[in-house]
């Protein structure tokens, strides 16, 4: 399996997300980073993820997919797209209940246009089992089926 990364473009306030490989948690913290800087954005419009070339991604990537989807139609009244042509990244989507947070399409009329890489940042374990927790936490609130999944590792990753 390829190694995760994740590209990022801004094309006239439609922020383009686009992962490659195995995408896992080592890339939170700067997703998170990420995350924040778009929002205050004074031009942000929109999100599109493309995960065309996503081979694999973790769950505490997924949270922050649906975080940046629930603080975009908090805040903007937008839903983000996701591009997702692979069998297996589609039913983890439908799995999570992602296609009540995101219009999730298998192509699109054009193509997407490439990003810089996220780098990943150095940071202490404490800030990343923050990060953690909180991906799963807002997965949890999507359905009853994820809050189960993630229950038991949240209590964990709480107690330690």
Request: glycine residues 6%.
């Given at each position: 399996?390829?190694?995760?990364?994740?590209?990022?473009a801004?094309?006239?306030?439609?922020?383009?997300?686009?992962?490659?490989?195995?995408?896992?948690?080592?890339?939170?913290?700067?997703?998170?980073?990420?995350?924040?800087?778009?929002?205050?954005?004074?031009?942000?419009?929109?999100?599109?993820?493309?995960?065309?070339?996503?081979?694999?991604?973790?769950?505490?990537?997924?949270g922050?997919?649906?975080?940046?989807?629930?603080?975009?139609?908090?805040?903007?009244?937008?839903?983000?797209?996701?591009?997702?042509?692979?069998p297996?990244?589609?039913?983890?989507?439908q799995?999570?209940?992602?296609?009540?947070?995101?219009?999730?399409?298998?192509?699109?009329?054009?193509?997407?246009?490439?990003?810089?890489?996220?780098?990943?940042?150095?940071?202490?374990?404490?800030?990343?089992?923050?990060?953690?927790?909180?991906?799963?936490?807002?997965?949890?609130?999507?359905?009853?089926?994820?809050?189960?999944?993630?229950?038991?590792?949240?209590?964990?990753?709480?107690?330690?």
């Amino acid at each position: 399996m390829k190694a995760g990364q994740i590209l990022v473009a801004d094309h006239n306030g439609v922020y383009v997300i686009k992962m490659v490989g195995d995408v896992r948690l080592t890339l939170c913290i700067s997703f998170d980073q990420f995350i924040d800087a778009m929002f205050k954005s004074e031009n942000f419009t929109s999100v599109l993820f493309d995960l065309s070339d996503a081979e694999a991604i973790d769950s505490t990537t997924l949270g922050l997919m649906a975080k940046i989807s629930i603080l975009g139609q908090e805040r903007c009244g937008i839903m983000p797209v996701v591009l997702a042509s692979n069998p297996s990244i589609q039913r983890i989507l439908q799995t999570m209940g992602f296609s009540d947070i995101f219009t999730i399409v298998d192509k699109l009329d054009a193509p997407v246009l490439g990003g810089k890489p996220l780098n990943c940042i150095n940071c202490d374990e404490k800030e990343v089992k923050e990060k953690v927790i909180e991906a799963h936490k807002i997965l949890m609130g999507l359905n009853a089926s994820n809050a189960d999944t993630f229950r038991n590792l949240v209590n964990m990753l709480e107690s330690c």
